[in-house]
């Protein structure tokens, strides 16, 4: 079966790499140019010498246009695999390949579309994310469903974290689909349009942290924002303070104004009062410093974070 490669970013090296060295028919791979702002250096680098030494063409397209569409009809394909690649790809595209186009995508279809599936799935409090591998069509992560893998999510587990842990299983998940379809026609399962959501791209208005909401919904936040996203914020002294890593904590103090600092634990954060309950803040860092230790930063019992975001200078 000949196979189009289309990827991006280190998530999709590992895919790649498999079906290279597994002796699956790669006859072309695109990439993002790298003169592009979507352009991932270490990809880039990968995705060269991994062409090059295969001797399978390399195409780099600004966008599809109908000189790449020429050259894709060339290379005779069977079946499009898509991982991370962040292009639209037109209709006229997908009805080349004779199997059609597949894509990996890190969330549990249909809920998580769209974009940030596993920062948003721990945002949202869930307690398991998950992989789907889906026939693409011409909606957004729309199409039928062929494979899913769930995981569950960890209490403190942040997305980057979660990434790293998923991210090891998507060669092995790909070259299981790759060689489904390979043996004959499969069937993939049509999503529940009643149960679908697109998420968006997270801004930092998602990021602003509200210490009015309950403790568990914010360390929900900070743990879906944290490195690589560039974290959830509030206010310290009218400036911008990241908090990188929080955990919540029994409910055995007396009520206080939300955002409030209300004791220090030297060596493990700072307490934070919440709408319903209480965080310990372990990790900060001020807008044009270094992550440190929370308690090494706010040592001052009272001291109010999340003042008006209006202050706040971008």
């Known amino acids: 079966m000949r196979i189009a490669y289309f990827g991006h970013r280190?998530?999709?090296?590992?895919?790649?790499?498999?079906?290279?060295?597994?002796?699956r028919e790669v006859v072309g791979i695109v990439a993002h140019p790298?003169?592009?702002?979507?352009?991932?250096?270490?990809?880039?680098?990968?995705?060269?010498?991994?062409?090059?030494?295969?001797?399978?063409p390399l195409e780099t397209p600004e966008e599809i246009d109908?000189?790449?569409l020429a050259t894709f009809r060339g290379w005779n394909v069977d079946l499009g695999v898509v991982v991370g690649y962040l292009s639209i790809l037109r209709p006229s595209l997908l009805e080349i390949?004779?199997?059609?186009?597949?894509?990996?995508h890190a969330g549990l279809l249909p809920r998580y579309r769209g974009r940030a599936p596993l920062a948003w799935a721990i945002m949202n409090g869930d307690k398991e994310a998950g992989l789907s591998i889906h026939v693409i069509d011409e909606g957004v992560d729309s199409g039928p469903v062929i494979a899913q893998r769930k995981y569950a999510i960890g209490e403190n587990e942040t997305s980057g974290e979660l990434y790293q842990r998923i991210q090891l299983d998507i060669p092995g998940l790909v070259m299981e689909v790759v060689d489904r379809m390979e043996a004959g026609p499969v069937e993939g399962t049509p999503q529940d349009e009643e149960r679908a959501m697109c998420f968006p791209l997270v801004t930092p208005a998602h990021?602003?942290?509200?210490?009015?909401?309950?403790?568990?919904?914010?360390?929900?936040?900070?743990?879906?924002?944290?490195?690589?996203y560039p974290g959830a914020w509030t206010?310290?002294?009218?400036?911008k303070l990241t908090v990188w890593r929080t955990s919540c904590l029994p409910s055995e103090l007396p009520d206080c104004f939300p955002g409030t600092v209300v004791?220090?634990?030297?060596?493990?954060?700072?307490?934070?009062?919440?709408?319903?309950?209480?965080?310990?803040?372990?990790?900060?860092?001020r807008d044009s410093g270094e992550p440190?230790?929370?308690?090494?930063?706010l040592r001052r019992a009272g001291v109010s974070l999340g003042l008006d975001p209006s202050e706040l200078e971008w």
């Open 292 to 297: 440190r230790l929370a308690w090494k930063v």
């Open 207 to 228: 990021a602003r942290i509200d210490w009015a909401r309950p403790a568990a919904r914010i360390h929900d936040q900070v743990r879906a924002l944290s490195r690589p």
């Open 10 to 23: 280190s998530i999709a090296c590992g895919p790649l790499e498999a079906m290279l060295s597994g002796g």
């Open 66 to 68: 109908e000189e790449f």
């Open 97 to 104: 390949p004779r199997r059609g186009f597949i894509n990996i």
């Open 263 to 285: 004791g220090c634990r030297p060596g493990k954060g700072v307490v934070v009062s919440t709408g319903s309950g209480y965080l310990l803040v372990e990790e900060v860092q």
């Open 235 to 239: 206010l310290y002294r009218g400036r």
């Open 34 to 56: 790298e003169d592009s702002v979507l352009s991932d250096p270490e990809w880039s680098a990968r995705v060269r010498a991994l062409a090059g030494e295969a001797g399978v």
